[in-house]
């Protein structure tokens, strides 16, 4: 008989959260040692004292672990632990050597998984790449670095100053004066632009299209491509972007490639766009985005483009969901 281990954190105490987290924890456990659900003999799981709202050997048992025996208990107060952190041990009936896993914030409590790590994801306008960003930097207790935000914010200083977004050596004077910052607060990114909260103002469709012109220019580009390398250096994060794993950081531990058609891009924006009670026009929405594709594709300087080492994603007909356990399954496969 072997034993495997296994551990995991959650966001806030909660049932949902703990039968997620545990449903989640034991899939890759089952996956990344190929087992099979009656050649686990006994679950053993452990929580930390923050833990209330459920027990995790009864959310394994809701997640069809029905013929072993399961049992519950609950760790001491331990000055400086890791919090709301769900740890479980499977003993198996079978030949094997142990692949253990640690997801989430718990990665912290393996010295050989605790190191920095960079996540890369790139593509185009509408695929997804930063709502996945955003829920993966969430679940591995991570910075999520919004570099499309960073551009967006230079090109709202460029409209509102009057510059044409295609005079290169203008920008430049003006960038010197841009106090731009991303900071975070109660766990929501804001992009500041001279001091004011900017994040609203960056998303609407005049600033997009001049942020793929503005973002075309060799000196904008390096200006923030050195901010952006400067902070993945020194903490874990998950970037997206059109060319993060293919010339900011070329050397990312995990890349991915997400993609979508161009109509299911632009109905992800129009239903967007919707909710805020925008005005807009699905047909005009979908050639402005075609017309972005053919920009960020075409460009001189790091055109959008699938790194060689990058993992496709096709979200077409994936829920965020699914796109998040296809970018979490294949990294535990890397590690």
């Known amino acids: 008989m072997i034993v495997i281990r296994g551990a995991t954190t959650i966001p806030c105490d909660t049932k949902e959260e703990i039968r997620k987290a545990v449903s989640e924890l034991l899939e890759q456990i089952e996956s990344r040692n190929s087992l099979k659900r009656d050649e686990v003999v ?14 995790p050997a009864k959310a394994a048992r809701e997640a069809g672990f029905l013929s072993c025996s399961l049992f519950s208990a609950q760790e001491p107060d331990i000055d ?57 930097a969430k679940d591995y207790n991570i910075l999520y670095l919004d570099t499309g935000a960073m551009y967006r914010a230079c090109a709202l200083e460029v409209l509102e100053k009057g510059v044409d977004p295609n005079d290169e050596a203008a920008i430049v004077d003006l960038m010197r004066d841009v ?22 103002e960056i998303r609407k469709n005049p600033v997009s299209m001049a942020s793929s012109t503005v973002s075309k220019h060799a000196s904008v580009r390096m200006h923030l491509v050195e901010k952006q390398r400067e902070i993945a250096g020194r903490m874990s994060c998950v970037l997206d972007g059109r060319d993060i794993g293919t ?25 967007e766009l919707k909710a ?26 790091a055109p959008l483009k699938q790194a060689e080492d990058a993992v496709l994603i096709d979200t077409s007909d994936m829920t965020v969901d699914e796109v998040v356990e296809t970018i979490k399954r294949s990294m535990q496969e890397k590690i």
Request: aromatic letters at 10%; one cysteine or more.
């Open 179 to 200: 106090k731009l910052d991303v900071v975070y607060e109660n766990g929501v990114q804001k992009t500041m632009l001279d001091g004011r909260d900017v994040s609203e």
């Open 276 to 301: 805020k009670g925008a005005e807009v026009d699905f047909g005009k929405l979908r050639e402005e985005i075609l017309c972005r594709d053919e920009q960020d594709m075409n460009r001189a300087i």
């Open 42 to 55: 006994s679950l053993v799981f452990s929580s930390t004292s923050d833990i209330h709202s459920y027990y």
């Open 247 to 271: 010339f900011v950081l070329p050397d990312a531990d995990f890349k991915f490639f997400l993609t979508a058609s161009p109509d299911v891009r632009a109905r992800r924006r129009y239903d």
């Open 80 to 136: 400086g632990g890791l919090p709301l952190c769900i740890r479980c041990m499977l003993f198996v009936e079978k030949n094997l050597t142990p692949s253990h896993v640690y997801l989430r914030g718990a990665k912290l409590l393996r010295k050989d998984l605790s190191g920095k790590f960079n996540i890369a994801i790139d593509g185009p306008a509408g695929s997804g790449k930063s709502t996945v960003a955003k829920r993966l």
